[in-house]
């Protein structure tokens, strides 16, 4: 009889010990892939930043180059100082319609490449905002 409590209590331990065992295993498997996804999940993050600087490297040089050029615009018009009464359009006469063309033509440009750095800016912004 004692032999058989020995025997139930030895096969007892032998089934703790088998299921602790298992148990470690499946911990340390969990614990590997969570290692690894996390791992995964922080290289993708540093991707992103370094792509988000390398964008915003990018859009500071257009920015650059854009405060650069316009520094550069000077318009100069001689002053018209009043209508010419053979001309029906209104003008002076001093300014042909090619010039007013011109002028129209770079207000336009003009237009165009502000709305173009407030988009750059916009851009700017929503990155920061992401990357805070």
């Known amino acids: 009889m004692w032999l058989r409590i020995a025997g139930v209590a030895g096969l007892a331990a032998a089934l703790l ?4 065992y298992i148990e470690q ?3 340390n498997r969990c614990q590997t ?19 988000a600087e390398g964008e915003r490297d990018a859009n500071q040089t257009i920015i650059d180059r854009l405060v650069i050029e316009s520094r ?4 100069h018009f ?8 053979q001309n029906p359009d209104g003008t002076a006469g001093l300014l042909s319609k090619r010039v007013d063309e011109s002028f129209a033509r770079l207000q336009e440009r003009g237009t165009v490449l ?3 750095c407030e988009a750059l800016n916009a851009d700017a912004i929503k990155v920061n905002a992401v990357n805070q």
């Open 114 to 116: 502000f709305e173009r």
């Open 78 to 85: 001689p002053v018209c100082p009043a209508t010419d009464p």
């Open 33 to 51: 892939e969570t290692q690894a996804a996390n791992l995964k999940l922080a290289n993708a993050y540093i991707n992103r930043l370094t792509k």
């Open 17 to 20: 010990f088998g299921y602790n």
């Open 25 to 27: 295993r499946g911990y």
């Open 72 to 75: 550069s615009l000077h318009v």
